[in-house]
């Protein structure tokens, strides 16, 4: 048993998602990534004294949206509490946020095997589809964003005030891959229910991990440490990989495990101490006295429940169902609903529905990776794949036909007149090919008959060359075996 196998890690996110909402949070200001630095601003994001908050419903039921997707219980009554600390992202030294009440409790995130790295997907840790426990969803607001310089520091407060919502799992995860998948899986979710972009390089979605390691076999935690400074999903899993390594390291050589912070070096593949917590830090949080309770069982989530979208899991179900796809092929399908629409829309008309997935998957995001401006109209696959299924065209010739549509969107069908690829499935015409074949190539028939079979690929290169690769392969094959065997 290799050091690393006697040991466990235990391993809990908290993953802060920006709402998608046209204002922010508590004032009227417009809530949008990129714009010139310090343009969205009024006393409320500036913390200005007398500015007062009014809360963004849209938030709040977009919240409960996301409860309700994770299967949380949704609060009947949520209140707001103010978080107190000072630091230059938040001016008025408070951040309103929740505590004791807030909007969503409980829920989970069920692991999609094919959102673990593709280097473990068919491993039995993978496939477990474990669910990991939620402890709390809760509202709050976010900080300015600040930058830092040489000789001094700058703070962009079009981000303070952004609705953000702050998603905290149980420490139920146990190695980086769960991680990864997790982090997968959840955005997936919050993409189906529209809820926010999710996008990590923006600072839409940001995740604080917590890690410790133990015994295996042991049920007490060993010391927390807290990891920062994460931008993305997989930099959470090289996080981790490196933390895990180090904390195993350090307990076999008998050293104590610091509690402390510590931030994530991409470049350096490492992480380094930032600070160390001899004790908890004391927000003293108290009701929000500017604002009332929010009470979510007179509409609001009766709202919010009609927002319920198809889940990932219900959709990549419906598609290995109906459309006969594999459960790989639906998990690529569930990660973009613009990319699924447009299969969808591709396979109505056909019956050939598995094999236009191949061409969606395999071969148009090759060349087309933007479904919503592609001018390639998704029957048009439907189309391509029905020639090939019903004999027109051979898969060598359904290249071409594919090569052609993407230089020159039409209808495969004018393609294959166009470029003369019509294939010959006429049986007689196909049998005097075969002749002509077993009549050049008598040896390969005398190998045949002597139980080569695969010189029987002499005789079908023989008929595809003199029908220019018009020829039905499969009809060529059992022509020539019905011949031979005679």
Request: glycine letters at 6%; charged letters at 25%.
């Amino acid at each position: 048993m290799s050091s690393s196998s006697k040991w466990e890690a235990v391993i809990g996110l908290e993953v802060h998602v920006q709402v998608r909402t046209r204002t922010k949070m508590f004032c009227g200001c417009v809530n949008q990534y990129g714009d010139p630095q310090n343009t969205h601003l009024c006393p409320v994001c500036l913390g200005l004294p007398g500015s007062l908050p009014v809360p963004n419903e849209e938030a709040i039921r977009k919240t409960i949206l996301t409860g309700l997707m994770l299967g949380c219980q949704i609060a009947p009554v949520a209140r707001f509490d103010r978080k107190n600390y000072f630091y230059p992202d938040m001016p008025k030294n408070y951040q309103i946020s929740q505590y004791d009440d807030p909007l969503c409790a409980g829920g989970g995130v069920t692991l999609d095997p094919f959102l673990f790295p593709k280097e473990i997907q068919e491993s039995d840790e993978a496939k477990a589809g474990r669910k990991i426990r939620l402890v709390r969803i809760h509202l709050e607001e976010d900080v300015a964003k600040s930058f830092h310089f040489e000789d001094r520091s700058g703070i962009d407060f079009n981000r303070a005030g952004t609705p953000l919502m702050e998603i905290v799992s149980e420490a139920d995860l146990r190695s980086p891959g769960e991680a990864f998948s997790f982090l997968g899986s959840l955005r997936q979710i919050l993409l189906a229910g529209n809820v926010s972009d999710a996008d990590m390089e923006k600072g839409q979605m940001r995740c604080d991990v917590n890690v410790s390691v133990r015994p295996v076999g042991q049920k007490e935690y060993g010391t927390k440490v807290e990891l920062k400074n994460l931008n993305s999903i997989s930099g959470v899993r090289r996080a981790l990989t490196y933390e895990i390594a180090r904390q195993i390291a350090a307990c076999e050589k008998g050293e104590a495990i610091a509690h402390e912070t510590r931030r994530w070096d991409d470049e350096a593949g490492a992480t380094f101490t930032m600070r160390t917590k001899e004790k908890a830090h004391d927000y003293r949080y108290f009701p929000e006295p500017d604002l009332l309770p929010v009470r979510t069982d007179q509409g609001l989530a009766d709202s919010a429940r009609k927002l319920v979208p198809e889940l990932p899991s219900e959709l990549q179900t419906r598609l290995a169902r109906d459309f006969g796809v594999t459960p790989y092929q639906a998990s690529v399908l569930t990660s973009d609903r613009i990319l699924c629409g447009y299969y969808e829309k591709a396979a109505a008309g056909t019956p050939n529905k598995a094999l236009v997935a191949n061409w969606i998957l395999n071969d148009f995001l090759s060349t087309q990776p933007d479904p919503s401006t592609t001018p390639v109209r998704p029957e048009f696959f439907g189309e391509l794949a029905d020639l090939v299924a019903g004999g027109a065209i051979n898969s060598a010739q359904a290249k071409k036909v594919f090569t052609e549509l993407m230089a020159s969107p039409t209808s495969p069908r004018e393609i294959v007149k166009k470029l003369g690829l019509e294939q010959i499935s006429d049986s007689s015409a196909l049998s005097a090919y075969c002749d002509e074949a077993i009549a050049a190539n008598p040896r390969s028939v005398e190998d045949y008959k002597a139980g080569k079979m695969n010189a029987i690929n002499a005789l079908k290169g023989f008929v595809m060359k003199k029908s220019q690769g018009k020829a039905n392969p499969a009809q060529v094959d059992e022509i020539l075996r019905s011949k031979l065997s005679a």
